[in-house]
C-alpha cells in the first residue's frame, strides 16, 4: 500500500531503556505501508542535536542508511539497530558507505546477507555519539523494507526519506516497518 506524507515532524528522543536485541530480524515485512522514495535526492539527520535515520537511494536499486546520535546534546550515547530486506538478493554491501562517507566503529556490527523466505536480509547493530555511521548496498528488486529501532524502540519520525509523493521533500515515515522504492 502506498501512503501520502504530509509535513515532516521531528521530536525529540525520550532518554530510552536499554536495547533489547543486536537487530530485529525475522521475514519479510511485506505488508508494512511502501512509499516511493526519490533517486538522487539528498536527506539531511540530526539537525538541532536530534538522533535519527536518514535513507536515500539511486537508479538500479542503490540505496544508503545512515543514522546519527545525539550525544552532545542529549548525554546519552544511542543504541542503533534493526533489518533491512529485499525481495531479491543484496547484490553489493558497503560497510562504512562508498569511500567511507559513513564509517562505521570496530564495535558496530553490518551483518552478510542471510535467505529468509522470499528474499534475503541484512541485520546491524551499531552503538553512536554523535556523527554519520551506516551502509550502502543495492538490492536487485524492490521494494526494500527496512526494521530501524533506536535504543530499543521504533521512531517513526525520526526516520527522513526524501518523498517521490512531496517532489522529493524530506518526509517521515508513518509506521515502522515500512518499505521503500525508487520511482
Request: hydrophobic content about 40%; overall charge negative.
Amino acid at each position: 500500500m502506498h501512503k501520502t506524507l504530509s509535513a515532516v515532524v521531528v521530536v525529540a528522543l525520550a532518554v530510552g531503556g536499554a536495547a533489547c536485541g543486536p537487530y530485529s530480524g525475522g521475514g519479510i515485512p511485506n505488508t508494512a505501508d511502501v512509499y516511493d522514495i526519490t533517486p538522487g535526492a539528498s536527506v539531511v539527520i540530526g539537525a538541532g542535536g536530534v538522533a535519527g535515520y536518514g535513507i536515500t537511494a539511486n537508479t538500479g536499486g542503490v540505496y544508503r542508511l545512515v543514522w546519527n546520535g545525539d550525544q552532545s546534546s542529549s548525554g546519552v550515547h544511542r543504541h542503533f539497530y534493526g533489518s533491512v530486506w529485499s525481495t531479491g538478493t543484496f547484490v553489493t554491501l558497503t560497510r562504512g558507505c562508498f569511500n567511507n562517507a559513513c564509517p562505521v566503529e570496530s564495535n558496530d556490527i553490518i551483518g552478510n546477507p542471510v535467505s529468509v523466505t522470499g528474499g534475503q536480509r541484512v541485520d546491524f547493530d551499531a552503538q553512536t555519539a554523535d556523527g554519520i555511521d551506516g551502509f550502502d548496498f543495492q538490492t536487485d528488486f524492490e521494494p526494500v523494507y527496512f526494521d530501524l529501532l533506536i535504543d530499543g524502540s521504533r521512531y517513526p519520525s525520526l526516520v527522513f526519506f526524501s518523498a517521490a509523493a512531496l517532489g522529493g521533500t524530506v518526509a517521515n515515515v508513518q509506521n515502522v516497518p515500512f518499505g521503500l522504492q525508487g520511482t
